[in-house]
């Protein structure tokens, strides 16, 4: 009879022992990199005719669980967006990029799903580091690459970010959808007439990849 006490007594040691090694892990915050490509567009209410860009993005975030079921996870990244556009005129045939550089911090509210796949949404914002357009024609005529002057654009960018991920115990891929709130241009008046050079909003979906340590 004492035997079998000592053996429900350790029993029920290991089994609380796990639980707390179990919730321990799932609630200890980790961080890690991350990054993958963005395809991105500039959504214009006058103009349907903007091809997708592709860019990348690369930064690190950290996840903080609340509980087995929701975390909190901010990322710092570095992310290239803007937009493309084809075009096929009497004077040329080619294509133009319009490529915006941000620093990009999303602040996502997780939830895992299952123990292996998450949805996820919150805001980001964004600071612009530079902005760039470049125009290639099929005959090399009116090819160039400049610089934008960045006090033609907001500095700031904001919106909304969700998407959705599948977790592993290091490594994790997802796809993500950045819907931008923010006209990339500054409105300037001209002529008494108000104007918003590009009036367009940042559009982008992500794919991604991450490391966690």
Do not use: C, W
């Amino acid at each position: 009879m004492k035997k079998k006490i000592l053996n429900g007594i350790v029993l029920l040691g290991l089994i609380g022992y796990t639980t707390v090694v179990h919730s321990q892990s799932t609630t200890t915050a980790s961080f890690g990199i991350k990054g993958g490509a963005n395809f991105s567009n500039l959504y214009v209410d006058d103009v349907d005719d903007n091809n997708v860009l592709t860019g990348f993005n690369l930064g690190l975030f950290v996840n903080m669980p609340l509980n087995e079921v929701v975390s909190i996870q901010p990322e710092f990244l570095y992310s290239q967006k803007g937009a493309k556009l084809s075009y096929n005129n009497a004077l040329a045939t080619g294509e133009a990029k319009f490529r915006l550089n941000y620093l990009e911090v999303p602040v996502l509210l997780k939830l895992n799903v299952t123990p292996n796949f998450n949805l996820h949404a919150g805001p980001y914002i964004a600071y612009l580091v530079d902005s760039k357009v470049t125009n290639e024609t099929n005959g090399g005529t009116f090819d160039f690459e400049q610089n934008i002057n960045n006090d033609d654009l907001n500095t700031f960018d904001y919106g909304l970010s969700g998407g959705f991920g599948f977790d592993f115990s290091t490594i994790s891929i997802g796809a993500r959808y950045n819907y931008g709130l923010n006209t990339v241009g500054k409105k300037q008046n001209i002529g008494g007439t108000t104007y918003t050079f590009p009036d367009g909003k940042n559009s982008s979906v992500s794919v991604y990849m991450g490391i966690k340590f």
